[in-house]
């Protein structure tokens, strides 16, 4: 065999093994990445096997007041009680979200008030709030200022502070002009299997607890490209 067709022989053998070895590693690589991601799902107890658990429509109406993108790729439906500890820790994660990924993700509130005899008070209060386009400052009040305000005077005395109409905001709390909005809320997260507060769907996956902001973000991530 001439020498330049041994040395084309040898480059072949060169080149096939070079790819050869290329495709082993991207899918060791490939695979390392799947066993990374399963571990992760295994290890943390909020964050669920999406392809595996069930998707609720928890959305609700236009009633409820929402933050973040028309069009989302996430959409995270939000059951909370101002009266709620957990919630208060959690409420911020919420706010953060809001503010770092409202391109992608819609947050949508909904009321589920269970901890104590004001909670619907509270409820009341932000929904009246909202009526003046004050929701959301009054969301983050009550949670801030949580064990401070439980009477009517002082859920008044609050609406003051804001600037708000006063007489208008009274008005609408006394008739407790959107209690049935409210009452929609907390028979749909019964049949939703909502089980206390605060409690989330994620594109319609049910996570309930205080949940880490890691693993918010990392289901935000996930479920962006999912489906």
């Not at 619907?120 to 949580?146: P, S, T, V, Y």
Request: charged share 25%; proline share 4%; with cysteine.
């Amino acid at each position: 065999m001439p020498p330049s067709s041994k040395l084309k022989k040898i480059k072949w053998w060169k080149i096939s093994g070079l790819f050869i070895l290329i495709l082993v590693l991207s899918f060791l690589f490939a695979f390392s990445l799947y066993i990374k991601d399963l571990v992760k799902e295994i290890n943390n107890p909020y964050l669920p096997n999406f392809k595996s658990q069930k998707q609720y429509n928890a959305e609700g109406n236009n009633n409820n007041y929402w933050l973040g993108a028309a069009n989302p790729k996430v959409t995270i439906v939000y059951f909370a009680d101002f009266a709620c500890p957990m919630c208060k820790n959690f409420f911020s994660k919420i706010r953060e979200i809001s503010t770092n990924y409202k391109e992608d993700v819609k947050i949508i509130f909904r009321d589920f008030p269970v901890i104590s005899n004001y909670s619907m008070d509270l409820a009341l209060a932000a929904r009246c709030a909202g009526e003046q386009g004050f929701f959301w400052i009054m969301h983050d009040k009550l949670f801030i200022n949580q064990g401070k305000i439980k009477t009517k005077e002082d859920i008044f005395n609050l609406a003051k502070q804001m600037s708000l109409d006063v007489g208008r905001f009274e008005y609408c709390f006394e008739s407790k002009k959107y209690i049935n909005q409210i009452k929609k809320d907390y028979e749909d997260g019964l049949k939703l299997e909502i089980k206390g507060t605060p409690t989330i769907f994620i594109n319609g996956y049910k996570i309930e607890g205080d949940v880490p902001y890691n693993v918010l973000i990392e289901a935000i991530k996930l479920l962006k490209n999912y489906n």
